[in-house]
């Protein structure tokens, strides 16, 4: 049985351990930290549980896409969905006017064109478009057996400004349509608008929040590799990928033991993998172009829990700003911050009517916390305390001006900056979402899943993109190299094989 080794067990990880050991392989997944998950980790504190990095899912409804994956790898029934508000997952708040996304194309097209009546006929060639781009993907591929190619080659290369300015007249509208991009984190002039359009159709087709926290996707994979006779191993630092001549032969972890591979997945961020391989197989120049590929802005997170029955569950995501556009907002001097936020609930039960827990997010750059930069969780020291303390403070009022009444219904919160996500994630800078996408880059900016030492696979957020459908798109390429890829679409399709 041909050994695999993966690296990292957040969700990249463990998706490829499950279909790699299903389909034969003898999978060993390696984890660095006491907890598996990565970005599906939560925590506890005084009683409540939060969610550390995925706040919700789309496509999930019966027949959709992640419903098809989520039943191929036996979560259906593991994991509990509770659906968002159809009639408004998404709430801009944008100059004083509040704005909400409802599901489904044609109520999309209806909502936008009670608020922009002048623009009808262009929301729907935007959706349309929308609609096209998504269904040219590589997941949809897998599954339809259809694919254009050509579609998507043209919105990697255009910015998501360039292709709303050529659609549409009307500036607010042009700012409502990606006033969720704290999702994603996008830039002006530089984020594909092939990113947008997955990201609007994934949750377009429906949004839930994922009830008792997203570890439970974690705990169920990695109780299901182990049914089958994989191995997911915590506290194993890989600290080298060991090669000879030719390709890799095993990794070797911080506790100095040696694991021999056949196969290795990394789906650790590129930085940290770089950091493991010192072969003259990765040439210089592919060395340097992911040493210097940018990274995606990182995020200040807060994390409420709510005095007993106080506050209403808002079956909704929030986005606030306090500029006039949901543009630039990585770009802020202190006196500004922050310039956006992004507030969930968190779900307990399926519809709730009251929360227990919420978090809200606010872009933040590594330089705000670099003079802590190589401390320890808990031992940063009193000022990085009171840092975290004035800008909670501060993220408190800003949420309060949108939603009265908010602050008294504090019971205690609990905060991260860009320095937590380094130490529990290892992704560069802290970033929210590891590699950014930059049109001006394209290739050059893409982190392949193939690489020069023939039996290295990478797979996770960076190889094509973050979020449950990014990630599963990685995970399903790195995968179609070791299993054929007819096969892996009748399984996900329920066929015999």
Same mark, same amino acid.
């Given at each position: 049985?041909?050994?695999?080794?993966?690296?990292?067990?957040?969700?990249?990880?463990?998706?490829?351990?499950?279909?790699?050991?299903?389909?034969?392989?003898?999978?060993? +997944?390696?984890?660095?930290? &006491?907890?598996?998950?990565?970005?599906?980790?939560?925590?506890?504190?005084?009683?409540?549980?939060?969610?550390?990095?995925?706040?919700?899912?789309?496509?999930?409804?019966?027949?959709?896409?992640?419903?098809?994956?989520?039943?191929?790898?036996?979560?259906?029934?593991?994991?509990?969905?509770?659906?968002?508000?159809?009639?408004?997952?998404?709430?801009?708040?944008?100059?004083?006017?509040?704005?909400?996304?409802?599901?489904?194309?044609?109520?999309?097209?209806?909502?936008?064109?009670?608020?922009?009546?002048?623009?009808?006929?262009?929301?729907?060639?935007?959706?349309?478009?929308?609609?096209?781009?998504?269904? %040219?993907?590589?997941?949809?591929?897998?599954?339809?057996?259809?694919?254009?190619?050509?579609?998507?080659?043209?919105?990697?290369?255009?910015?998501?400004?360039?292709?709303?300015?050529?659609?549409? &007249?009307?500036?607010?509208?042009?700012?409502?349509?990606?006033?969720?991009?704290?999702?994603?984190?996008?830039?002006?002039?530089?984020?594909?608008?092939?990113?947008?359009?997955?990201?609007?159709?994934?949750?377009?087709?429906?949004?839930?929040?994922?009830?008792?926290?997203?570890?439970?996707?974690?705990?169920?994979?990695?109780?299901?590799? /182990?049914?089958?006779?994989?191995?997911?191993?915590? /506290?194993?630092?890989?600290?080298?990928?060991?090669?000879?001549?030719?390709?890799?032969?095993?990794?070797?972890?911080?506790?100095?033991?040696?694991?021999?591979?056949?196969?290795?997945?990394?789906?650790?961020?590129?930085?940290?993998?770089?950091?493991?391989?010192?072969?003259?197989? +990765?040439?210089?120049?592919?060395?340097?172009?992911?040493?210097?590929?940018?990274?995606?802005?990182?995020?200040?997170?807060?994390?409420?829990?709510?005095?007993?029955?106080?506050?209403?569950?808002?079956?909704?995501?929030?986005?606030?700003?306090?500029?006039?556009?949901? $543009?630039?907002?990585?770009?802020?001097?202190? %006196?500004? $911050?922050?310039?956006?936020?992004?507030?969930? &609930?968190?779900?307990?039960?399926?519809?709730?009517?009251?929360?227990?827990?919420?978090?809200?997010?606010?872009?933040?750059?590594?330089?705000?916390?670099?003079? $802590?930069?190589?401390? %320890?969780?808990?031992?940063?020291?009193?000022?990085?305390?009171?840092?975290?303390?004035?800008?909670?403070? /501060?993220?408190?009022?800003?949420?309060?001006?949108?939603?009265?009444?908010?602050?008294?219904?504090?019971?205690?919160?609990?905060?991260?900056?860009?320095?937590?996500?380094?130490?529990?994630?290892?992704?560069?800078?802290?970033?929210?979402?590891?590699?950014?996408?930059?049109?001006?880059?394209?290739?050059?900016?893409?982190?392949?899943?193939?690489?020069?030492?023939?039996?290295?696979?990478?797979?996770?957020?960076?190889?094509?993109?973050?979020?449950?459908?990014?990630?599963?798109?990685?995970?399903?390429?790195?995968?179609?190299?070791?299993?054929?890829?007819?096969?892996?679409?009748?399984?996900?399709?329920?066929?015999?094989?």
């Amino acid at each position: 049985m041909s050994k695999v080794i993966i690296i990292g067990s957040g969700l990249g990880g463990l998706t490829c351990g499950y279909i790699l050991q299903k389909n034969g392989y003898d999978v060993t +997944i390696l984890e660095q930290s &006491h907890q598996i998950g990565g970005c599906l980790q939560c925590f506890q504190r005084d009683g409540v549980k939060f969610d550390t990095g995925m706040h919700l899912i789309g496509s999930a409804a019966k027949g959709q896409k992640i419903q098809r994956l989520m039943n191929y790898m036996g979560l259906t029934d593991k994991v509990q969905l509770s659906p968002l508000d159809t009639d408004g997952y998404d709430t801009i708040a944008l100059r004083g006017q509040h704005f909400r996304f409802p599901n489904g194309k044609e109520p999309f097209i209806s909502r936008m064109g009670e608020y922009f009546p002048k623009e009808k006929d262009n929301l729907r060639r935007y959706a349309d478009l929308v609609s096209h781009i998504a269904s %040219a993907s590589a997941l949809q591929f897998l599954l339809s057996s259809q694919r254009s190619l050509t579609t998507i080659l043209e919105y990697r290369t255009r910015s998501i400004n360039e292709v709303l300015d050529e659609l549409f &007249h009307d500036a607010l509208l042009k700012d409502v349509l990606v006033g969720n991009i704290p999702l994603y984190a996008a830039e002006r002039n530089k984020t594909p608008f092939s990113l947008h359009a997955f990201i609007m159709d994934f949750y377009n087709q429906s949004a839930y929040r994922i009830v008792g926290g997203s570890d439970a996707i974690a705990q169920s994979l990695a109780q299901s590799i /182990r049914e089958m006779g994989g191995e997911v191993l915590v /506290r194993k630092k890989v600290c080298r990928i060991v090669c000879d001549d030719t390709q890799a032969t095993g990794v070797e972890t911080a506790d100095l033991n040696y694991y021999p591979a056949n196969q290795i997945v990394s789906t650790v961020h590129p930085a940290r993998l770089l950091e493991m391989l010192d072969t003259k197989l +990765i040439r210089p120049a592919f060395r340097n172009r992911l040493s210097s590929t940018p990274n995606t802005i990182g995020c200040f997170s807060l994390y409420v829990k709510f005095k007993e029955g106080a506050m209403p569950y808002l079956p909704t995501n929030y986005y606030g700003y306090s500029r006039p556009s949901p $543009w630039d907002c990585e770009r802020y001097d202190d %006196a500004e $911050w922050p310039t956006n936020f992004l507030y969930m &609930h968190h779900c307990h039960a399926e519809a709730p009517r009251h929360a227990r827990s919420g978090v809200v997010l606010s872009y933040m750059k590594m330089s705000d916390v670099a003079r $802590w930069q190589g401390t %320890a969780v808990g031992h940063r020291g009193s000022d990085y305390e009171d840092f975290k303390r004035r800008h909670a403070e /501060r993220l408190i009022q800003e949420v309060e001006k949108h939603q009265p009444g908010f602050a008294s219904t504090i019971e205690s919160y609990y905060t991260a900056t860009p320095l937590t996500y380094l130490s529990y994630t290892g992704t560069e800078d802290g970033s929210m979402y590891g590699v950014a996408k930059d049109v001006s880059r394209e290739l050059a900016g893409r982190v392949p899943h193939r690489t020069k030492v023939p039996n290295l696979l990478l797979a996770g957020q960076n190889v094509n993109s973050h979020g449950i459908m990014g990630v599963l798109v990685g995970t399903i390429a790195a995968c179609s190299e070791l299993v054929p890829p007819q096969k892996l679409l009748k399984q996900i399709q329920g066929e015999d094989i």
